[in-house]
């Protein structure tokens, strides 16, 4: 048989996942085969693009699951059910349909679909009225929105120590002095007078840019008092330039007082905006699949062919 649809498996995750212990990946792909009864050929039947179809189709079942909440990872690489998903077990694991995940705020979030006008119960149909270039732009988008969010995950997993040398690592990448230069970026645990890292502003050295990193929680927030603080850290360093980056989010006093200094230019990077930079910048991060969109040539056939 050919490899199922991606919201086929779904259900099968959540069978895998019922006896309440904690699977791989591959162990979860391996139960799904073994479940459809898929023969060698199908577990190697492949994409366009060179990716294992099988792996492929039951990882974006894992990850809408995961989305609405239905699952979880307590360990890198590694999924459970959460309470939401053995209330769904009980119900019967072949109710979970992408219907089913639509009453979730959190995946609605994600998925950015609507389940208006469908009520027989089967998967989700939406009427796509967006162009062809549109629908390759929104997918990468959902794409890159759940690469953020897993890199997030495996962020939050590394010590606060070298969340600071991932901070240094994505400035050197994005063109902030030579790594050879910025070796011992990161400051000492111990005197570094609220200091976390110093990086060259440029590939000379003329100036630098001092560093606050804070690895909290993505839904807690760095407020005014913080900034402050760390203002008044580049004040005794005598810098003129700082930014701060978090995992968490800013609040709103905190981003206007930073707005407001004159003498000390603070940039503000929360979780968000370091996940895209991550992605953008290839740091953490690698090329899964590249794909060419073209289009006529106008001036060939415009000249003499």
Not at 36 to 64: C, H, I, M, P
Not at 270 to 296: F, N, P
Request: aromatic residues 8%.
């Amino acid at each position: 048989m050919a490899v199922p649809k991606y919201s086929e498996f779904m259900p099968s995750i959540i069978r895998c996942l019922g006896d309440g212990e904690t699977y791989t990946l591959r162990q979860v792909v391996d139960y799904c085969a073994a479940e459809f009864q898929l023969s060698d050929d199908d577990k190697e039947e492949t994409l366009a693009s060179g990716q294992n179809t099988l792996l492929n189709r039951v990882s974006w079942a894992k990850t809408y699951l995961k989305k609405a909440g239905l699952i979880e990872s307590p360990k890198r690489a590694s999924f459970c059910l959460t309470d939401a998903g053995r209330k769904a077990l009980k119900q019967g694991a072949d109710c979970v349909t992408l219907q089913y995940l639509e009453q979730f705020e959190s995946f609605t979030a994600f998925h950015g679909k609507a389940s208006a006008g469908s009520t027989d119960g089967s998967d989700v149909t939406v009427i796509q009225t967006q162009s062809p270039q549109e629908q390759i732009e929104s997918a990468l988008n959902e794409l890159n929105e759940e690469l953020a969010s897993d890199l997030m995950t495996e962020i939050m997993k590394i010590s606060p120590f070298e969340f600071e040398h991932l901070v240094v690592k994505l400035l050197i990448k994005m063109g902030y002095g030579k790594p050879s230069e910025n070796k011992d970026a990161v400051t000492p645990k111990s005197g570094d007078e609220g200091i976390d890292g110093v990086v060259s502003a440029d590939k000379f050295g003329f100036d630098s840019i001092y560093i606050q990193a804070k690895q909290w929680k993505s839904d807690s927030t760095v407020s005014r008092p913080e900034i402050q603080k760390f203002l008044g850290a580049l004040a005794g360093q005598g810098a003129s330039k700082g930014i701060f980056i978090t995992t968490a989010k800013f609040s709103k006093e905190a981003e206007a007082y930073a707005a407001k200094q004159l003498h000390t230019k603070i940039v503000l990077v929360d979780g968000i905006q370091l996940a895209k930079l991550m992605i953008e910048y290839d740091l953490g991060v690698s090329t899964a699949a590249t794909y060419q969109v073209k289009r006529i040539d106008s001036d060939f056939f415009s000249d003499d062919v």
